[in-house]
């Protein structure tokens, strides 16, 4: 699968192990930065790029991440299309892409040690939307929601 990840400095170590660990399952992983470690580096910046992807389909999944996750999550949610969430179980990782279209997957270093991440990482990518009704209907819905903000603001 076509994969971003991206991280700022808090989220920096862990993205380049599970990067290596994705491409060695045969993942493409494209990395939207950081690309050096920099503890002055701001996490909207990682988190939009990578968003901006994925609403776009440049990439099919993302995987972002930042010290606790929360932060690089709440600036992915502002670009259109993006459907992040913070991720903390493996319950989570697959049922928010089978029933409600999660496609970028936020989780925090600091809590999240590497190994638990990466097997997050893989259900998350494993999983796939149910397209059953009510997930579809609901889905509608968000986007509709997401689409009445974006008028009102002009298209962004």
């Known amino acids: ?10 989220g920096f170590e862990l993205k380049r192990t599970l990067a290596e660990a994705l ?17 002055a580096d701001d996490y909207p910046d990682y988190g939009a790029a990578l968003a901006r992807a994925v609403a776009s389909g440049t990439v ?21 299309g993006a459907r992040a969430c913070l991720i903390a179980d493996s319950f989570s ?13 936020c989780l ?12 997050l990482c893989r259900i998350f990518l494993a999983a ?4 059953a009704e ?3 209907r609901r889905l509608g819905k968000v986007n509709a ?4 903000w974006t008028e009102a603001l002009g298209g962004n």
């Open 23 to 39: 491409r060695a399952d045969g993942h493409e992983v494209m990395d939207f930065g950081a690309d050096v470690l920099d503890d």
């Open 128 to 131: 796939r939307f149910s397209g």
């Open 93 to 105: 990782a697959h049922q928010g892409v089978e029933d409600d279209s999660m496609n970028i997957m």
């Open 1 to 10: 699968m076509r994969t971003g990840i991206a991280a700022d400095h808090g």
């Open 60 to 80: 099919e999944r993302g995987i972002a991440l930042c010290g606790s996750g929360v932060g690089i999550c709440i600036a992915a949610n502002k670009i259109p």
């Open 145 to 148: 929601l997401e689409a009445g």
């Open 134 to 136: 009510r997930h579809a």
């Open 108 to 119: 925090g270093s600091r809590v999240t040690g590497p190994m638990q991440a990466l097997e």
